[in-house]
DNA sequence: TTGTTATCTTAGCATCGTCAAGATAGCGCG
DNA sequence: CGCGCTATCTTGACGATGCTAAGATAACAA
């Protein structure tokens, strides 16, 4: 019997169409990419008719917004594992942002939906937020933890901002393939990252700061 | 003979229909955003019939590419004129980054439809290329002017990246309203991208590096 | 003038997002 | 158990899109 399944989620007729539908896009997002994603994929994936998200969804942006959702909880938790491996604060600078670049490199579609929502809405996902402890207040924290005066907070908001840019500057361009003789020059893809970071002021510098 | 108007343009029947059509694209861009910017609709701009760009251009792709090619050259010019304008080399690099993302908040539409298009030949354009005199090489420039190694061409090249990537990702950012209030506290945007510069290490240091 | 060829239009195809109406199935209530 | 209610899903349709094929048209070359 269906009815034992886990989560208080609706499961009518199909289970949980909502889940399985973002599943579905997920799916068809990382086999054909952004472009491929149109609804009526989505549900030709999931075995439904085209008409079917309608139902859970008020329109293919709601889909979207909530495969993305689910984009920052992964990011955030790659963030969050990053941090916690670092051996001290200075090094967590770094890994943090060369976390933030791998996930956006292993993710390319993700990622992809997850700003094009976000600009959608003129606005950012709650991880993104100044207020609670989603992704942005990690960086914030790590930076605070390696020494930036936590008093000064327009300082500590604009160097997590600068993080953060640089960041997704590099996120999105570590896709050309204009950078490959860079990537080989340094031994490899995630080391080009940190020569970047170095060059940014977010790796730790050997003399003092 | 191509009778006496300027150009080598096509002039047949409309006169220079690849020209009317960049035009066209240009303006939807600009009064409706990319999201309106249909093949058809630009087409109606421009007075002609929906199959009629394809005798100029081989699909919507290319059409954008015309358009993004337009773009670059502008965002070339407006670093050029930063650059021109700048007292010093260690003033230019921050000028640069400005001027970037000055064009990127005052074209946001173009600016995305530059980096889509590049991101789909997954190749960036000429002004962007290591080779030439483009926007790329012109960082390049300023930073040797500004005191960088030029011998050590693969620090060099990890520099203007750096910086590159920096200023792509906060004209990206700069969009969000998340940060309104940081942009106030700065008294202004402007200053806003000068501030977020600052910790980025691309606006000069008071003391010497 | 005549023929050639580039240019543009008309008509059509498959696909897309979305909606309205109908069918279906699980649930509560008697 | 039976009845109805309502959420769920399907069918069918509309307008719009990218793109193609076939025909019309106008500039040029001879």
Redesign the pocket.
């Known amino acids: 019997m269906r009815?034992s399944q886990a989560a208080d989620a609706?499961?009518?007729?199909?289970?949980d169409?909502?889940r399985a539908l973002i599943d579905a896009a997920s799916r068809v997002l990382e086999a054909e990419g952004p472009s491929?994603?149109?609804?009526?994929?989505?549900?030709?994936e999931a075995?439904?008719?085209?008409?079917?998200?309608?139902?859970?969804f008020?329109?293919?942006?709601e889909l979207l917004e909530a495969v993305a959702h689910e984009g920052w909880d992964l990011l955030d938790a790659a963030l969050a594992k990053a941090k916690a491996e670092a051996s001290s604060p200075a090094q967590a600078i770094s890994e943090l942002g060369v976390a933030y670049v791998c996930f956006a490199r292993n993710n390319p579609a993700l990622y992809r939906v997850m700003y094009d929502t976000a600009r959608d809405r003129e606005d950012l996902p709650d991880q993104m937020k100044i207020e609670g402890d989603g992704a942005y207040c990690k960086v914030r924290d790590t930076l605070i933890e390696a020494g930036a005066d936590p008093k000064d907070t327009l300082d500590i908001e604009l160097a997590t901002t600068a993080a953060w840019c640089s960041g997704h500057g590099l996120a999105e361009m570590a896709g050309f393939k204009q950078f490959a003789h860079l990537k080989e020059a340094c031994g490899g893809e995630v080391e080009f990252f940190r020569a970047v970071f170095q060059h940014m002021g977010l790796a730790p510098r050997p003399p003092g700061d």
């Open positions: 009815e609706r499961r009518y007729h199909h289970g169409l909502r491929a994603l149109s609804l009526r994929a989505v549900a030709r075995g439904v008719s085209p008409a079917a998200p309608y139902h859970h008020k329109d293919k942006g």
